[in-house]
């Protein structure tokens, strides 16, 4: 009789521990490795977005470098203490 009683109750515990916890790890690292891709092919879509942008256009190479310059140039005054 204490063996049936010990048996149930390692049954019990080992249902306890898979239903309680293995499942519902898996299902959170389900859903984690999900979002990752998620996000890897958004970064990916966006990364291709940024290429096709950035790509020169016909542009004259004077103007471009006129126009760069003068995004690079920040004015500033030195402060002494």
Request: proline residues 5%; hydrophobic residues 40%; charged residues 25%.
């Amino acid at each position: 009789m204490i063996k049936l009683i010990f048996y149930g109750l390692v049954v019990y515990l080992i249902y306890k521990l898979v239903f309680e916890f293995v499942i519902p790890v898996s299902k959170a690292s389900n859903q984690m490795r999900e979002k990752l891709q998620q996000m890897q092919e958004q970064q990916r879509f966006q990364q291709q977005q940024a290429r096709t942008q950035s790509q020169p256009k016909a542009e004259p190479v004077a103007s471009t470098k006129t126009a760069a310059s003068d995004k690079d140039y920040i004015e500033f005054e030195e402060i002494k203490p």
